[in-house]
C-alpha cells in the first residue's frame, strides 16, 4: 500500500497570517523519509509553487491555479513521457482556460461590479492584501490560467457567477480572494485525474488523503480516501459536506501536522 498526499497550502501547511510551515516540519520530515508524494495542490501560480518547493526540499507533481495544471517532473518516477504533453522539466497535463480569456471577461465587467484582479493591482498591493513579501507577490501576479479578484459589494457575487458561467468561466472562493476559473476545471477534477496516473503506475494499491480548508478545496477533499478539514484561524470551519471528513484540532502548519502525524501513525501501525 502506498500513500500519497494532496495538499492546499496556504491556511494548511502554510500559515494564514505568516505563510510559515515550521510547524509542519515534523511530519514533513517523515513524509520525505518515508518517499510520500506530497502533491500541492492550490491557487498559486507554478513560479510561486517552484520556490516553495524549493524552500520545503520538495520534488513531487503539483497543481496549480485551482486545478487548471497538473506538473510532474520529466521522468519522475521513471514514468517519461508517457504522462501528458512534454514542456521541459515537466510533463503537463493543461485543463485551464488561458489567462487572455479570463483577463478579457473581467475588462468587460469590471466597472459594472466593481472588481479588481491581479492583473489590476501593482506588486505592491498584492503584498500588502496577502501579507506577502513584494518578491513572492510578484510571483503570484505571474498567471497562466487564472485571476484572484477582489469585489466591492459581495452580494452581487451571484449574478457575476451567472454572467461568467455564459463565457465558460466560473468563480470559486480561496482564504482570501475570488477566482476566476474555467468552466472544465478545479481542484477535483485535477486531483480524479493525478491519481488516474498514480493508479496506472502503482496499481491499485494507493491511499490518497486530501488537506484543505477553503470552499476552493472541496472538490479536491471529496475525491480522496481520507479527507482533512483543516479550521480557519478564528478556528471556524469552512462548511463541508464531505464523507468520512475528519477536522482537524487547530489551523495554519501546526492542524495539518497534528493531523497528517495521526494517519501516519496510523498507516504505519496497520501496514507494517
Known sequence: MKLVIFTDLDGCILNHDDYSFEGAQPSLARIKRANIPLIYTTSKTKTEVELLQEEMGIREPFIVENGAAVFFPSGYSEWGIKIGTIMPPYNLIRRGKPYSEIRKFLERVKIQFDIRGFGDLTVREIAELAGLPEEKAKLAKEREF???????NEEDIDRLKD???HEDIKITKGGRFYHFIG???????????????????NGSDVLFIGVGDSANDLPMLENVDIPILIPHPDGSYEKADVSNLIRAEYPGSKGWNKSVEKILDDFERNHT
Not at 146 to 152: D, K, Q, S
Not at 183 to 201: C, L, N, P, S
Open 146 to 152: 487564472t485571476e484572484p479578484f477582489l469585489i466591492r
Open 163 to 165: 454572467l461568467a458561467l
Open 183 to 201: 468552466i472544465h476545471q478545479d481542484k477535483g477534477e485535477a486531483v480524479k485525474i493525478t491519481k488516474y496516473i498514480f493508479r496506472q503506475y
